[in-house]
Each structure stands twice: as structure tokens, then as C-alpha cells.
């Protein structure tokens, strides 16, 4: 089994991964730190101090691979079996990421990014022939993370509905 988890930095596919992994024994790679042990990229942006992933030898990495969990912001690029797309409020990225040593720009760009779920549309409008699970980690455990992610394993429904814009308007 493929797995991608992706979302937005600070929905805890870090976390989530490192627990599910140990779940199902199967290896975790860290996009992140694979781009650049690998040279994934195809050059550094140094505007915004990263790599610019190169999706073509990222999928030329996982080419022949089987049981594997690929977390990070591109992975659902990557062709595997399912996508997680970990979600969390726009206010709890903000206090996730406020822990890191990121720029205050960096933060609010992540919270925007999430508030309008940049990345959960990007994996709907192109998941290929994955399924899709969509998971609110915003009231919930890792564990319980990765205790949902293992119910759809197993072939259940998890789908969260998400969707913060109309949650601002509704007053919530
Ligand atoms: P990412 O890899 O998406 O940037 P991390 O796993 O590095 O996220 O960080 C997420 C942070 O949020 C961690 O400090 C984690 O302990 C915390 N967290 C709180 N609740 C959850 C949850 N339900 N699922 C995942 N992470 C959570």
C-alpha cells in the first residue's frame, strides 16, 4: 500500500506519519529531507529559503516502490493508493507553527494557505486514481490521526467535511 499524507505545515503529518508508520511497518519518507538527500529539486528559491521540488524525479524516486508512507507538502503528487489530507484550523496552524522558528510572513502565509484550503483542492481537483481520505486533526489526537487513517485502510469512509471560509461566515 501507497500512502501520501499531505496538508498544510503544521496539520501534524510529521507526527502522524512517525505513529502510523510503526502501525504498519512500513518505512516513512520525509519529503522534505528526501529532496535534499536525493536532489529532488530542480533549483533553491532563495526568496522563500527552499527547494523548488522537481515532481518528475520525485515520482522517479518512488517508481517500483510498494509499502511506503510519503509525507510532506508535495506528496500527493507522488502516484500511491491513498492520500490523507490532514486539515486543522486556520487558528491552530497558527499556534502550531508559532513553536517553530518560522518568519511571522512564513506563519501567516501557511494560514491563509490552509484558511483556504490551497492544498486539499489542489489534491481533489487531481488525485488520479487514489482514494482520498480528508482527516480535521484540529480536536483530535495523533493517535487518533492515525487510528482513523487505519479504519480506512481497512476500507471504511473517513471524510471530513472541511471548510473554513464558510465556517467564518456562519460565525464559528
Ligand atoms: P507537519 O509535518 O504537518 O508540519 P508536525 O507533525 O511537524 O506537522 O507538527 C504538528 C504539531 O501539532 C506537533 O507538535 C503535534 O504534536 C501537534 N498536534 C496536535 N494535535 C495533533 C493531531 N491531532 N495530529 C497531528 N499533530 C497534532
Do not use: C
Not at 12 to 30: D, E
Not at 61 to 73: H, P, Q
Amino acid at each position: 500500500m501507497r500512502i501520501a499524507i499531505t496538508g498544510t505545515p503544521g496539520t501534524g503529518k510529521t507526527t502522524v506519519s512517525r505513529i502510523l508508520s510503526k502501525k504498519l511497518s512500513y518505512p516513512v519518507y520525509s519529503l522534505s529531507e528526501l529532496v535534499k538527500r536525493e536532489k529532488l529539486y530542480s533549483e533553491f528559491d532563495e526568496r522563500r529559503n527552499s527547494y523548488v521540488v522537481d515532481i518528475e524525479k520525485l515520482k522517479g524516486f518512488f517508481k517500483g516502490k510498494e509499502n511506503f508512507i510519503a509525507e510532506g507538502l508535495v506528496s500527493h503528487y507522488i502516484p500511491v493508493d491513498l492520500i490523507v489530507v490532514l486539515r486543522a484550523k486556520p487558528e491552530t496552524i497558527r499556534e502550531r507553527l508559532k513553536e517553530r522558528n518560522y518568519s511571522k510572513e512564513k506563519v501567516e502565509e501557511n494560514v491563509e494557505a490552509e484558511r483556504i484550503g490551497f492544498i486539499a483542492t489542489e489534491v481533489f481537483e487531481g488525485s488520479g486514481k487514489a482514494r482520498v481520505v480528508q482527516i480535521d486533526t484540529t480536536r483530535r489526537t495523533p493517535e487518533e490521526v492515525a487510528g482513523l487513517i487505519g479504519r480506512a485502510l481497512k476500507g471504511e469512509e473517513v471524510f471530513d467535511d472541511v471548510d473554513w471560509l464558510e465556517d467564518e461566515e456562519g460565525g464559528n
